[in-house]
Every structure is written in C-alpha cells, then in structure tokens.
C-alpha cells in the first residue's frame, strides 16, 4: 500500500479503495486461527536459523503513580498468549491509524469532485456527488449550468474515447487539450477539474524532494545557489522524464539558439 500511494498518477478514489482492502486483509489477520499460523512459521524459522527462542519478560509491578488498586499487575501465563496480545495491538494500530488517514472530511470532498467527473464521463448517475459538491462549495458552482454542462461533456467525451472505461488521468488530459472557447463552453467542469489539480491526491513527489535536497546539497557543496538548487532538484526528482529527453536534438537547438544570436550580434 505505501508503494502504491506513492504514484502521481494516483487518485483519491483509488487511495480509498486500496486503503479500504488494506483494512480488510489487516481485520481478517485478528483471529487466533491467524495468530497460530503466524507462531508456528515463527517456530519453523527459528527452528531452521537455530537462533534462541522467545521467552516471557521478567514480571514488573506497575509504577507507583499509575499503580490502582491493590491487585497485582496481570502477566501472560504462556509465552505464546504473552505474542498474541502484542500481535493483536498492532494490528489494531495499524488499522486505526490507517483508518484516521483516509476517512477525513475533506478527502471525501476531494474523492466527490473525482467521482463527478468521472461518472460523467462514463455517462453514470452522478447525483449524489454534484449534491455534495454543490453544497460544500455554495456559491462558487451554479448546480442547474454545472449539470448541464457534465451531461454535455459525458456526451462530447464518449464520442471521442475509445475506450469502454474512461479513467481519471483520461479525463484531466482530455480537459487540458481543450480550446479556449471548448473550455469557456465546459467552464464549470473546468472549475471542478481545476479544484482536483490544486488538491493532489499524493504528496510523495514534495515529500520526495525533502529528501533529495539533502544529497544534491551536501556538506561540500553547500555555497550552492538557490537558482541551481532547485533546477538540479527538478531533475533528480522527475528522473524518469528525464530519461526520455533526446540529447541530441537538446544540443542541436542549443547550438542553433547561440548561432542565431551570435548572428544577431553580429549585425550590431
């Protein structure tokens, strides 16, 4: 799952979705039928790398100030029921924390405005999302032209997908290929596309770029200066565009751009 969120290419839907069966797999692993499972390949490998076998901590009293009552402080009996409360908790953290992440307000308005375009260009019912954008966002959408115009755009884009399922990345692309005046027409769904490229779905690829100041500005390189910082950093973190580039017809536009203007030296 951590893989995955770290993909541009990404939408808040999806997210949601692997998110959602990551939860799934996690709560169907809390059962003690799983536990066994897990304790007995844990035996297999030890038995196998001949290392020492778990054993129960020593017992501990509680500390004074959070010590209540006069009872003594619970201990596993077993070494096998003492690994299976901690298995228990951590998946239960796991799944919480996983959880608070992905079920926030504003994701389900972020994963709203994805689903309204996307079921709109699939030429799906879409009532349920355009009455939740329209009512978080108010006055900023008219609902009457921004339904007119989604079941306009689902018309103009199924006759120029040939595709049977249309996908987001489809869509925004679609949108930013238009003309001026086809953007003016479908100017409310702009509005909406333009709302979901200001609320990336992922922010691996800022995140990204924490780390690679760190290896492009080093101790030995540290009088840098800003202009070169952040286009060396633009280069490393978007590598695989780089790749692509032809190195041949870059230099070969360099040397027809310093020719040029050698020439227009020249006549002064």
């Known amino acids: 799952m951590s893989r995955t969120l770290q993909k541009q290419s990404l939408s808040a839907a999806e997210a949601q979705d692997i998110a959602a069966l990551t939860v799934k797999t996690l709560k169907n692993m809390r059962t003690d039928e799983a536990f066994g499972l897990f304790f007995e390949y844990l035996e297999k490998l030890r038995n196998s ?148 490229f200001v609320m990336p779905a992922t922010n691996a690829a800022s995140e990204r770029s924490f780390s690679t100041m760190r290896r492009i500005k080093s101790y030995l390189r540290s009088s840098m200066g800003q202009a070169r910082l952040n286009h060396l950093m633009v280069l490393s973190i978007y590598k695989e565009m780089l790749d692509r580039i032809d190195l041949r017809a870059t230099a070969n536009n360099f040397v027809e751009g310093s020719e040029h203007r050698l020439s227009m030296f020249g006549r002064f």
């Open 49 to 196: 790398t001949e290392t020492e076998g778990p054993s129960l901590p020593r017992k501990r009293k509680a500390p004074r100030d959070l010590d209540v009552g006069h009872g003594d402080a619970y201990h596993s009996p077993t070494i096998q029921e003492h690994y299976r409360r901690q298995y228990f908790e951590a998946i239960d953290m796991v799944v919480a924390r996983i959880q608070v992440r992905f079920d926030q307000p504003g994701y389900v308005i972020y994963r709203n405005l994805e689903s309204l375009l996307l079921k709109a260009a699939n030429q799906e019912n879409y009532s349920t999302e355009l009455q939740e954008v329209v009512s978080f966002y108010g006055n900023d959408f008219n609902e009457s032209e921004l339904s007119t115009q989604l079941q306009l755009f689902g018309t103009h884009f199924a006759q120029e997908s040939q595709n049977d399922k249309i996908t987001l990345q489809e869509v925004l692309k679609f949108l930013q290929s238009l003309s001026v005046g086809q953007r003016a027409f479908f100017r409310q769904v702009c509005f909406v596309a333009r709302l979901i």
